[in-house]
């Protein structure tokens, strides 16, 4: 017998014995059994060759099933918000949508990330997405930035920090007063405690002046005055490490990088064009590293007018009493840099403090309603440019 039960279709032949041949139509002896036999058989293969198929086809879709993950299909329901944080990975990604009901694995988003290469563009923020989306169909939304929740906000050069407070108040609703409480500690909001260190030898009070960087934001969903804060600190550690403001200041300026953060303010107070920025700065430090003379810009008493809750004026509005107020530390006659920055500038008024061009001018005065000012070594060349701003209708008197 072979391995399947079925008899050859001879006979076995005996020693000394020939076969008889058989008549046409004529049965021998066990035919019926033979062709039962191969019937039987016959079936039985089929069964067998039958259930294998069958077993194949379902083992293939369990196999298959298995291997797919799992994933929803429809448009969703309902709504949640979710978080992409800087730096996150697909699977980071993934496993925060599925821990929010979004998608139905985070293999599934994962698979979706990998066939889109657009999927590296996702952006940090705060999504508002529906629950049970199919994986592609989350991975397109977290692609369009019109499912972002932000607070958007734009805040100019130089402002001071109060009026920063104010803008920030009416953009996000959040009172100025919580602003000034989480400002008390600059420290708290990530300024590092060196950053107040001087090498001049005056006291520094810690201050929030300066440090809250100037830019467009995008505020998360419900910030608090804190979170709002700390992330304007933080762009301005991110700008001053990327153009090298310490180095280059602690190296080439030899002095503290907070010194020239008080120039860069200064700067950017004064400078009428961003073209005047690096010659303004270095006034200020001819005047006060070269010659030891008082700074005498008008700007600081402003900013100390601001301090003290008190109206700004105009330099021809201010008295002689005003510019010079012994009780006021930024007063216009003050020996050395003012105590703080007086207002949080921009990265060209930082870089033109970090690196202002070679002069040896010590007076400067607007010269045209563009803002361009005239620069000057001497008294008798700043009162030549002072006519000149007497003839363009700037200013009203002489020397």
């Known amino acids: 017998m072979n391995d399947l039960g079925l008899t050859f279709d001879e006979e076995t032949l005996s020693p000394g014995r020939h076969r008889r041949r058989r008549r046409k139509g004529q049965s021998g002896p066990g035919e019926p059994r033979r062709r039962g036999r191969s019937l039987t058989a016959l079936l039985i293969v089929t069964l067998i060759l039958g259930g294998l198929g069958a077993g194949t086809w379902w083992g293939v879709n369990w196999v298959r099933e298995a291997l797919t993950a799992p994933d929803y299909t429809g448009s969703g329901v309902g709504s949640v918000q979710i978080e992409v944080l800087p730096g996150q990975t697909a699977a980071q990604i993934a496993q925060t949508l599925y821990e929010a009901g979004v998608v139905a694995s985070p293999?599934?988003?994962?698979?979706?990330?990998?066939?889109?290469?657009?999927?590296?563009?996702?952006?940090?923020?705060?999504?508002?997405?529906?629950?049970q989306l199919p994986a592609a169909t989350a991975l397109r939304m977290?692609?369009?930035l019109n499912n972002r929740l932000v607070n958007q906000v734009t805040i100019p050069e130089g402002l001071s920090s109060f009026r920063t407070f104010q803008l920030l108040s009416?953009?996000?609703g959040i009172p100025v007063e919580e602003f000034e409480k989480a400002a008390e500690d600059p420290i708290a909001l990530g300024v590092p405690e060196w950053w107040f260190n001087r090498t001049d030898g005056k006291e520094t009070p810690k201050s929030i002046e300066g440090f809250l960087f100037p830019s467009t934001y995008e505020f998360p969903p419900d910030p608090t005055a804190e979170q709002v804060l700390g992330i304007m600190v933080d762009q301005f550690l991110t700008v001053v490490e990327r153009i090298g403001f310490v180095e280059t200041v602690e190296n080439e300026r030899n002095i503290a990088p907070y010194e020239a953060l008080i120039?860069?303010?200064?700067?950017q107070a004064e400078a009428g064009v961003e073209e005047d920025l690096g010659r303004v700065a270095r006034v200020a430090y001819n005047r006060i590293y070269v010659h030891g003379m008082p700074l005498e810009f008008d700007v600081t008493v402003n900013y100390w007018f601001e301090l003290t809750g008190q109206e700004t004026k105009s330099s021809a509005e201010m008295t002689q009493a005003e510019l010079?107020?012994?009780?006021n530390p930024y007063n216009r006659g003050i020996e050395g840099l003012v105590p703080t920055p007086i207002n949080n500038p921009g990265q060209a008024a930082l870089e033109a403090a970090m690196d202002p061009p070679p002069g040896d001018w010590l007076f400067f005065v607007a010269i045209d309603r563009e803002g361009n000012s005239a620069f000057s070594a001497t008294w008798d060349e700043f009162c030549q440019d002072v006519q000149k701003a007497i003839e363009a209708g700037i200013l009203n008197d002489p020397c």
Do not use: H
Not at 110 to 119: I, L, N
């Open 107 to 131: 293999q599934a988003f994962v698979e979706a990330a990998q066939a889109d290469p657009d999927s590296r563009n996702i952006q940090p923020g705060v999504y508002e997405l529906p629950q």
């Open 142 to 144: 977290l692609l369009d």
């Open 170 to 172: 009416d953009q996000l």
């Open 263 to 267: 120039v860069a303010s200064l700067a």
């Open 324 to 327: 010079y107020d012994p009780e």
